[in-house]
């Protein structure tokens, strides 16, 4: 693959998490103490009931709303709702790709499609949306995506919204479990120095940390990792053993305002959930995607 100059670091924007339904997705998000905002529908078949947070990044639950128009993106080779479907026949619900946050998608684009991984014209489309004061707006987005073809389960992408700063401000960020933001994201691999390259050109971080326990890019946000399955076991309690090769999203970490009265909460709701290493473990079920990491938010 050629060598290619990197933007600066992409910091974590949003992450994708496939769901059956967005009725079980807010549910779900709902009964964690979360703000879900409305339904949104995309003009190419699918649609989300995102949660926002003041920290800038935001959870993405994905469904497929129109059959009929996410199977004519397939076909006009829409690599989002590709993965997007890929995904969903291969495991059903999970956590099934990151965005990353940029300013100059063409740019990405053209980084991605130069360093050899599978990318297609930047896509660009609009969407209704609730602006701050309650009126309804268009807001827009221009997507790059980078597939490693070794990795069919994973897609990372970055996402350039139009226009900047629109997306979910105000009240949509407060949340009754006092959430404020995504900050780290894991991926699991037997080896994953054999995707350092990936991580590097997607992120735009030169300097991928790598230890024995896996390689980590380090981002405004927090940190993207991919991580060994002895490693993932060790650091957050989760059980991959036995992964075939390839990426796989597995867990993204939250910070909240008190730890102690997340717990209550997840108590009080009959939510299961363990603690390690100083932090509480909620496990993906129906309408999570992936396995949430709370912890306290640095004061």
């Not at 779900?28 to 529908?41: I, K, P």
């Not at 059959?67 to 956590?95: M, P, Q, S, W, Y």
């Not at 360093?115 to 009126?135: L, N, Q």
């Amino acid at each position: 693959m050629a060598t290619v100059s990197l933007p600066s670091v992409h910091p974590i924007d949003h992450l994708v998490l496939a769901v059956d339904t967005l009725e079980a997705a807010r549910a779900r998000f709902s009964a964690l103490g979360f703000t879900v905002r409305e339904d949104r529908q995309h003009p190419f078949g699918t649609e989300n009931c995102c949660v926002f947070f003041k920290n800038g990044t935001y959870l993405e639950p994905l469904a497929v709303g129109d059959r009929e128009k996410a199977d004519t993106a397939i076909t006009e080779r829409n690599l989002f709702v590709r993965r997007h479907d890929a995904f969903v026949f291969a495991h059903g619900e999970g956590f099934a790709m990151l965005a990353l946050r940029t300013e100059n998608a063409e740019a990405d684009q053209a980084i991605f499609s130069k360093s050899g991984y599978i990318c297609g014209p930047v896509h660009e489309f609009y969407r209704k949306a609730t602006a701050t004061d309650g009126s309804e707006t268009t807001i827009g987005a221009k997507l790059a995506s980078a597939a490693d073809h070794r990795a069919p389960d994973v897609l990372l992408f970055t996402c350039q919204h139009l226009p900047k700063g629109e997306l979910g401000n105000g009240p949509s960020q407060n949340h009754d479990n006092g959430a404020v933001g995504v900050t780290g994201v894991y991926m699991s691999e037997p080896n994953p120095s054999d995707f350092q390259y990936y991580l590097e050109t997607v992120t735009g971080d030169r300097s991928i940390r790598a230890t024995s326990m896996g390689i980590y890019a380090e981002t405004e946000h927090g940190p993207v990792g991919v991580l060994t399955p002895y490693a993932m076991d060790a650091m957050f309690g989760i059980d991959v053993a036995g992964q075939p090769r390839g990426l796989r999203l597995r867990l993204f970490r939250l910070a909240v305002d008190d730890l102690g009265a997340m717990k209550a909460r997840l108590d009080d709701a009959g939510i299961g959930y363990f603690e390690h290493r100083g932090r509480i473990i909620v496990p993906a079920e129906s309408g999570q995607g992936g396995t949430i990491a709370f912890e306290q938010a640095e004061s």
